[in-house]
């Protein structure tokens, strides 16, 4: 039997990058062979140039339809031999068309804990509920919007004097840690099915935070 192809990242974007950069300094295990915007103007795509990734864009409007413009992303994906795609702050929904050309192997970052507030400004829906703890979620993608089964979390306190902005620099460290962290044990082990849903592999212990609390489901598999 051949040996599985080496994985490759490619990652989405839409704005200022920060979680990509935060992949792109950290020791994945897996190069980032493509940082692909639908948005010219992304500041990511000059954080990727910066540390000398190639990067694409493709501009959603100009495309007839998401499936049409999930397509040509596929394909640029391809082109590049990328593995294992990471959503990071890419505001478009994703059709089965990506989904199924990459199985169980588009993940994305949300700010909130999941199932709650997923969607447009999760940071801002936790404040007006009037949460006590926020925080964010790694999860698999799939056709919904933040729906896909929840891989890992990191639960941040909602303080007392935040405001939005502080709230969402709180949560922002904890993605800039926790994104990475669970990438790189998922480019070296493929997911495994538990009762309880998918896990990470590797048995790798949950790193301890102080001020947060990571929490994610992994085994030795
Ligand atoms: C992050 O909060 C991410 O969780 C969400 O969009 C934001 C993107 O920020 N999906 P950045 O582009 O990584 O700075």
Known sequence: MSEPAPARLGVLVS??????????DAELGAPVALVLSNRKDAYALERAAGAGVRTLVLDHKQFAGREAFDQAVVEALRAHGVTHVVLAGFMRIVTPVLLDAFPRRVINIHPSLLPLYPGLDAQQQALEAGALVSGCSVHLVDAGVDSGPILAQAVVP???DDDLERLRARILAEEHALLPWVVRAWVAHPLVATPRGLALGGGHPVPRRDGALWSARVVEG
């Not at 704005?15 to 792109?24: P, V």
């Open 15 to 24: 704005g200022s990058g920060t979680n990509l950069q935060a992949l792109l």
């Open 158 to 160: 909602v303080l007392p």
